[in-house]
């Protein structure tokens, strides 16, 4: 029998809801250019939808002229970019996900204790650097298991680890394991870095991976959160499993044989985005769609400080 099972928590957090809406305020009450450093969130989707509005998205505040407004992302920056920004006068305002702030927080504090910070993260990917450059001096990043290895500590008694919000639970705690054992010592952050979001999802996706046939994961390649939700599905028991942008990146072989499908999106997923895939679904003969519910999320953010004053302005 063709049947869908969709996940529930999926798509948008708390996060990701609030560093949108901040980029679109921001073009309804300044009007457009405005600037954006790295892409608000890892959505193709949302990034397209936004610069067809007037945003304007660059690598680097250098890129931005003197005196204009820029947001920063979701996933957060190190203080060398206020700092730039604050040199080139721009105007900003921060859509760091609240989350991602607590990691700065934690790694500033760690850092003022003078510990060695093992930071769980993937090479590369923004919000560790963000994370990183709050305390470079401190932080070492631990991503694959060999990493475990290179780490050099000062003192095995002042160790501790922090994690990229995004990552696999699992992952983390496996690395985690692995630190520990080198370092018995090794303390733990003073609560779970991993975003609730994040968690959620991969508990959804855990939940009705064993019937699925197949999983189709609606998400960019460079969300983390995202493909990590592919690898959990597969590790749960899902024969298959794919990471799509769009419905129509659905390989019609994929389908062959398979009775029982999983939906879900990553944490920057607009739901449309997933709508049009069960139509898509739909079209094809699975018209059967059962929500698998593991938890109810009620967390919002507030907008940015910055923007708030000026909505209150204008109103």
Not at 66 to 88: D, K, N, T, W
Not at 291 to 302: L, Q
Request: net charge negative; proline share 5%.
């Amino acid at each position: 029998m063709k049947r869908v099972l969709l996940a529930k928590p999926r798509g948008y957090c708390a996060g990701v809801d609030r560093a949108v809406v901040t980029v679109e305020k921001a073009l309804e009450t300044y009007g457009p250019p405005v600037y954006v450093r790295k892409e608000i969130v890892h959505n193709r989707h949302v990034v397209d939808t936004l610069r067809a509005r007037g945003a304007i998205f660059v690598d680097e505040v250098d890129e931005v002229p003197e005196g204009s407004l820029v947001v920063f992302s979701a996933h957060g920056i190190a203080p060398a970019v206020h700092q730039r920004a604050a040199e080139r006068n721009l105007r900003t305002i921060d859509a760091t996900c609240p989350l991602v702030t607590k990691v700065h927080q934690e790694a500033k504090r760690f850092a003022r204790d003078d510990y060695d910070i093992l930071l769980i993260g993937h090479e590369g990917h923004e919000e560790v650097e963000g994370t990183a450059g709050e305390a470079p001096d401190h932080v070492q990043l631990v991503d694959r298991p060999e990493d475990v290895d290179r780490v050099a500590v000062r003192d095995p008694s002042r160790v501790v680890w922090l994690s990229q919000t995004t990552l696999s639970v699992d992952e983390t705690m496996e690395r985690v394991d692995q630190l520990r054992q080198r370092f018995p010592a090794l303390a733990d952050p003073p609560s779970d870095d991993i975003c609730y979001a994040t968690q959620n999802r991969q508990v959804a996706v855990k939940a009705m991976a064993p019937e699925c046939d197949l999983v189709l994961v609606v998400g960019s390649r460079n969300s983390s959160n995202s493909k990590r939700l592919v690898e959990v599905a597969l590790l749960a028991g899902a024969r298959s499993g794919y990471l799509i942008d769009f419905a129509h990146e659905v390989d019609e072989s994929w389908l062959d044989g398979v009775e029982t499908i999983g939906v879900t999106s990553g944490a920057s997923v607009p739901d449309e985005l997933v709508m049009d895939l069960l139509a898509w679904l739909a079209d094809r003969g699975w018209t059967d769609v059962q929500e698998v519910t593991t938890a109810n999320e009620k967390i919002t953010f507030a907008l940015p400080r910055e923007l708030r004053k000026s909505l209150k302005k204008a109103t």
